[in-house]
């Protein structure tokens, strides 16, 4: 009889280092902007000069400054400024620029996003309506086609209650919740059973659907329609943003610009605001509302 030996994790180290040598030179070999782009690396530092291109115009007024360093100084515990001309970030203790810097991005992002996209939330909600509308349905779920059609049989002729159906025939996790599913947006689930609770009304019940290999009875338990909250206000422009900002990627040749830009002279990185001479679009002015503008001159 031969001994157990559990299997452990091991490597030869010389084959390793041999592998690793090898992988190194031939990433040496190719042109950096090659690289960077084969790694997935360049879409991501692109997205981020990007932003960076966009923020870097944007400034507050004076009425708008106290709040904004209220919501850059909260849980900070030094003193704040009292506006936010100049190099004020250097003068924050360096443990905390980090935080700071990434909250002074985000809100100059915020408003920026509200200058560009608020003349048109209101229409793009229309649009998205539908789709933003909450609900909560019931789910029963089988294999068998013949053990749908009985249940749903029962459920429209016996008026036997959904919920002690689902408990006690789905074989899906929904059995545990007594088949309930949600609330959540109506475009999240499966589009066929989407398109199966669309028009249903509360307390309706979808004959039985069949989704790959199984076999759905759906009942509509909750149909919240959607409003034009804040928290949907700020959803919807940061669609529109994210929008833009993929197609202008997906416009540029990131390659060739990294290329370029690698061999010019560099320049100099710049702290929580744009150098005072750099060109600057004015957000708030722009010939057509909705289009990505960027500092003139700035490249991503």
């Known amino acids: 009889m031969h001994d157990l030996v559990t299997p452990s994790f091991s490597l030869d180290e010389a084959d390793f280092l041999l592998q690793l040598g090898n992988s190194v030179r031939s990433a040496a070999a190719l042109p950096l902007e090659v690289l960077l782009e084969q790694e997935g690396i360049l879409k991501r530092l692109a997205r981020e000069a990007a932003l960076a291109a966009m923020v870097s115009g944007v400034v507050f007024t004076p009425e708008e400054t106290p709040a904004v360093i209220a919501q850059l100084w909260q849980g900070v515990q030094t003193e704040p400024p009292t506006d936010l001309h100049g190099d004020w970030l250097a003068l924050v203790p360096s443990e905390q620029q980090q935080q700071l810097r990434q909250r002074w991005r985000e809100l100059r ?21 539908a789709e933003l509308e909450r609900v909560v349905y019931g789910m029963i779920r089988v294999r068998n086609q013949g053990a749908a059609e009985e249940l749903y049989l029962r459920l429209i002729d016996d008026a036997v209650d959904f919920s002690t159906l689902a408990s006690a025939y789905s074989l899906g996790d929904e059995r545990y919740t007594h ?9 999240q689930p499966h589009p066929s ?3 199966a609770l669309t028009p249903l009304a509360v307390g309706e019940i979808a004959a039985p659907l069949r989704i790959d290999d199984w076999v759905l009875i759906l009942r509509m338990e909750h149909r919240e329609p959607a409003r034009l909250t804040e928290a949907t206000r700020q959803q919807l422009t940061t669609e529109l943003f994210e929008a833009d900002l993929t197609a202008f990627l997906a416009g540029q040749d990131l390659a060739a610009a990294a290329a370029a830009q690698l061999r010019s002279p560099a320049m100099p990185i710049s702290t929580a605001t ?17 289009d990505l503008m960027l500092p003139a001159g700035s490249e991503a």
């Open 109 to 129: 992002l915020q408003k920026c996003m509200d200058v560009l996209y608020s003349h048109r939330i209101d229409s793009y909600f229309l649009e998205r309506r």
């Open 179 to 187: 088949g309930l599913v949600g609330p959540m947006p109506i475009a």
């Open 193 to 195: 059973i989407r398109q």
């Open 274 to 290: 744009a150098a005072p001479d750099a060109p600057i679009v004015d957000i708030t002015h722009t010939s057509e509302p909705g």
